[in-house]
């Protein structure tokens, strides 16, 4: 008998936004283990779409703060950066002011944890 191959279809709402812009705080060192990460004092995670909006986060966040970029995929839009609470912070809301002045995006408020 023939094998069935199975397809996966990814879909994406059409728009540009930022749906999640969340910072935690002295995260769990256990989530640096999982994640494949150096430790830091915050992680900050982003969301984004198109894509690969992910790349001119990480561009934004590096040059707006002293954070480092933890993962990066442009294939999902995802973006985690690491650093100092109050760098990941200022290097969020400075993506969050771009995207949503310059590229007219529909951005999220800043969440800690």
């Known amino acids: 008998m023939e094998e069935q191959k199975q397809r996966v279809i ?3 709402v059409p728009g540009k936004q930022l749906t999640l812009a969340h910072v935690i705080a002295n995260p769990d060192p256990i989530l640096y283990a999982k994640l494949g990460i150096d430790a830091a004092n915050a992680l900050g995670i982003l969301t984004l779409t198109p894509t ?9 966040a590096t ?3 002293p954070v480092g970029i933890g993962y990066l995929d442009r ?9 100092e609470v109050a760098a990941v912070e200022m290097a969020i809301e400075a993506v969050n002011i771009f995207l949503h002045e310059k590229l007219k995006f529909t951005t999220a408020s800043l969440t800690r944890s």
């Open 10 to 12: 990814q879909e994406y």
């Open 52 to 60: 690969e909006t992910a790349i001119i986060a990480a561009d934004i």
């Open 63 to 65: 040059k707006a703060a």
């Open 75 to 83: 294939f999902t839009g995802s973006l985690v950066i690491v650093g």
